[in-house]
């Protein structure tokens, strides 16, 4: 009688969802550094992308779903959540803004460097990383896959 | 052509040269006992038409027999204003006097029935007392079905049941009163419960509470009538994070809420069939989205005594 009333509460609780969000905390450590550019300051921007976004047809590779800008070049710890619905793996990417106009080799800027890695024998929730930003203006599609 | 043909239509929505129905008989089966019949005392010989005017049986008839009754909010005084005025009007009810709750003179009996036609139960929302009704709508994009049934005192219990492009479903139960009632003009308002379920790729489920106010005249074989909805909907989302200590799951909560406006007219094929045709406007989740595009029904209604 329980289990049969626990079943209908299940039911009518799993009636009423409307988006049923499944997301996987992972924390990401390690340090991100130019080797080209060791004095370099400026902010970091970290775009956290999953390897393999979207369904069938529409499969593509990156998706992004989370982003951080740190003070410059340096360690990094940081906890993130990655959405399991949605596609698979996990890519970090991270540009230096040298000239801080928040875009990456704008026109007339500065020449920014830029680096990517993919995170082995994911999920798991802790990830250590070593990052080199070592191509300069390329975006998250020149360097993956 | 045409014009000939609109004004053969206007002619009979004037209800000018309309063919008077024999009713008294199902009208006195229907009305005789309880609420609804405490004002009816039916005439054999009397005539009455499917005129929409709410009370209209009683005012084309000659006699108000028990003015105190009410079935649907219905003002009893203004009953016995009618009666007095139709009396120069009818000329097919049989000479009688006024007799409070009793029978008129001259051997012929009084009729007051204190019921409107379906269409103008349709076009307010609420059905006189012991009368039911049921209604199918289909348009675009919406589609409908309701059934209702008459308890007195202006009151009206339905079932309802929305639907827009097989992909959103809204049925509910609802309470609809009258709030205002003066001859030819009633305002009603009704609140609905339901769930609502829409399937596809906006998918969405969740409780839903409707609030309806109605507008509607009562011409002669038409109820031009004016509706006005709003349906809010509480949706459920839930979280699950599988984290380093350990999964969690949240709940969250948000609404959507829906306008929604619809100006028709019910038109009295006879006193227990009417036919619909309206204009509907919706803002479907109006705070996520823009105004859903205009569409319009054709419906059937029909009814009877309890």
Redesign the interface.
């Known amino acids: 009688m329980r289990r049969v009333l626990s079943a209908l509460a299940a039911l009518a609780i799993g009636g009423c969802v409307n988006q049923d969000l499944h997301l996987y905390e992972v924390r990401v450590h390690g340090s991100i550094t130019a080797p080209s550019l060791p004095d370099a300051e400026g902010e970091l921007h970290v775009v956290f992308h999953r390897a393999r976004a979207g369904e069938g047809a529409t499969s593509h590779p990156l998706g992004p779903f989370d982003a951080s800008v740190l003070d410059g070049p340096g360690p990094l710890d940081e906890t993130i959540l990655v959405p399991t619905d949605d596609g698979e793996g996990l890519v970090i990417y991270a540009w230096l803004d040298l000239d801080g106009d928040g875009a990456l080799c704008a026109p007339g800027g500065a020449v920014e460097p830029a680096g990517l890695i993919e995170v082995d024998k994911f999920p798991r929730h802790d990830v250590a990383i070593d990052l080199e930003l070592g191509s300069n203006c390329a975006g998250p599609e020149a360097l993956y896959p | 052509m045409i014009l000939a043909g609109a004004a053969v239509v206007a002619t009979w929505l004037a209800g000018v040269g309309a063919v008077d129905l024999e009713v008294a008989g199902s009208l006195a089966a229907a009305e005789a006992p309880g609420e609804g019949g405490a004002c009816a005392t039916m005439s054999t010989t009397s005539t009455t038409s499917t005129a929409m005017d709410g009370d209209a049986t009683s005012s084309r008839t000659s006699q108000a027999s028990n003015p105190a009754s009410t079935s649907d909010g219905e003002d009893a005084n203004s009953s016995k204003s009618k009666s007095s005025k139709s009396k120069s009007k009818s000329s097919k009810s049989p000479p009688s006097e006024p007799r409070a709750g009793g029978r008129a003179g001259d051997g012929a009996q009084a009729i007051v029935l204190r019921i409107a036609p379906v269409a103008y139960q349709a076009a307010t929302g609420v059905s006189s007392a012991r009368r039911w009704q049921v209604g199918l709508q289909g348009g675009f994009p919406w589609w409908g079905a309701r059934a209702q049934l008459g308890l007195g005192h202006g009151f009206s219990p339905s079932l309802d049941l929305q639907i827009a492009r097989f992909r959103r479903f809204r049925p509910a139960v609802g309470i609809a009163h009258t709030w205002v009632d003066h001859g030819r003009l009633r305002i009603s308002g009704e609140v609905l419960l339901g769930w609502l379920f829409q399937i596809g790729d906006l998918?969405?489920?969740?409780p839903n509470v409707e609030l309806r106010v109605r507008v509607a005249l009562a011409l002669r074989r038409a109820s031009p009538y004016l509706m006005l909805g709003s349906q809010s909907t509480l949706?459920?989302?839930?979280?699950?994070?599988?984290?380093?200590a350990g999964t969690s799951r949240a709940w969250s909560l948000r609404g959507e809420w829906t306008g929604w406006a619809t100006l028709g007219v019910m038109v009295a094929a006879t006193y227990d069939v009417a036919l619909d045709f309206g204009l509907d406007a919706a803002w479907v989740d109006a705070a996520s989205g823009a105004p859903a595009i205009p569409g319009a029904h054709f419906g059937v209604h029909f009814g009877g005594p309890r």
């Open positions: 998918a969405r489920r969740g949706l459920a989302d839930r979280t699950t994070i599988d984290g380093i």
